[in-house]
């Protein structure tokens, strides 16, 4: 390879990757979380960083006047619509602002940071989804004009590349989508969901960050933090507590251990600490021993997230 970075050339043979999701809500201030990535990196950890976005570009459309729509799924899992306008700010926000926002930060810690957005070099990839089905007054309907889709590959080579020069990418939706023909459309994905794919592609821990502690068994109770899954019982007992956001980032759990990372963390973003601390136990862990015997293709992957 000819890449200048400045890393240390590869993780410790005996500690996987580490793939940090951090939101983009207000809530939650990336901070430590900037300050963890430099320091893990710093002691030989690879680690990839995926974010989301979603306030921003509310904003983002709310500034150019257009009023930002979210759509319940078939399977009940809200999301947002993304038409063609909303797509071009969408873009904007995440791939450009943010992104690059992001990405100054963590050069700006020490850290050589490389900003990507899932189109590029086919990074994150998947069919255009341009018509989705949805629920609206109770009725089944199908909405035409869509510009999202489900991430069915990573470029998993391109991460290693970079991560074995020194480089620790920051990756953003918009992915590659395939609209069939050979053409490739920018569409929104879920950044959770990006997340868990980039962590089962390499093998990585996945830490998802997020404005509370983990999943409580009782949602309006903080004091019920579930500490952790390893069976399939325990996962359930996750699944059938988690609401609203949290039941994304459970699925996105699911589907990063059913692709091959070893485990999830469901944590704080806001602790001083907070990547060091979830991968100490903080927040709520689920192992790959909780999928039980399911194989990749019988993990539940929900419905269509915009």
Same mark, same amino acid.
């Given at each position: ?36 990535? *430099? +320091? ?10 995926? +974010? ?24 009940? $899992?809200?999301?947002?619509? /993304? ?11 995440? *791939?450009?602002?943010?992104? /690059? ?45 869509? +510009? ?5 590959? $990573? ?33 929104n994905a879920d950044a ?7 962590? %089962? ?20 109770? &903080? ?8 069976? &399939? ?7 059938d507590a988690a609401e609203?956001f949290m039941g994304k ?42 999928? %039980? ?8 992957? %929900?419905?269509?997230?915009?």
């Amino acid at each position: 390879m000819s890449g200048t970075g400045s890393g240390t050339g590869g993780a410790p043979a005996d500690e996987p990757p580490i793939v940090v999701k951090v939101g983009g809500a207000k809530a939650v201030d990336p901070v430590g979380t900037v300050g963890d990535v *430099a +320091h893990l990196v710093a002691n030989g950890r690879e680690v990839v960083v995926v +974010h989301g976005g979603s306030t921003v570009v509310d904003e983002t459309l709310e500034r150019l006047g257009i009023e930002p729509e979210y759509v319940e799924s078939a399977s009940g $899992v809200a999301g947002r619509f /993304t038409d063609a306008e909303t797509m071009e700010a969408f873009s904007m926000a995440m *791939a450009g602002k943010l992104n /690059t926002e992001l990405t100054a930060r963590f050069r700006s810690a020490g850290v050589d940071a490389v900003g990507l957005s899932g189109v590029d070099g086919g990074l994150l990839s998947g069919a255009r989804k341009s018509a989705v089905r949805v629920v609206e007054d109770d009725k089944r309907k199908i909405r035409r004009g869509d +510009h999202s889709g489900r991430i069915e590959s $990573v470029n998993a080579a391109l991460l290693a590349a970079l991560l074995t020069d020194g480089y620790t990418p920051v990756v953003s939706p918009p992915t590659a989508g395939d609209e069939g023909d050979g053409e490739v459309t920018p569409v929104n994905a879920d950044a959770d969901r990006a997340a868990a794919a980039v962590a %089962g592609a390499l093998g990585a821990d996945l830490v998802l960050l997020t404005d509370v502690s983990g999943v409580y068994a009782d949602p309006d109770d &903080p004091e019920t933090l579930i500490d952790a899954a390893a069976t &399939p019982d325990e996962l359930a007992a996750v699944e059938d507590a988690a609401e609203g956001f949290m039941g994304k980032k459970v699925m996105a759990a699911r589907e990063a251990l059913s692709g091959g990372s070893g485990r999830v963390v469901i944590a704080d973003a806001n602790l001083r600490d907070p990547v060091v601390a979830a991968l100490g136990g903080a927040g709520t862990t689920i192992g790959r021993s909780a999928l %039980g015997g399911e194989s990749e293709s019988d993990a539940e992957t %929900g419905g269509e997230i915009a």
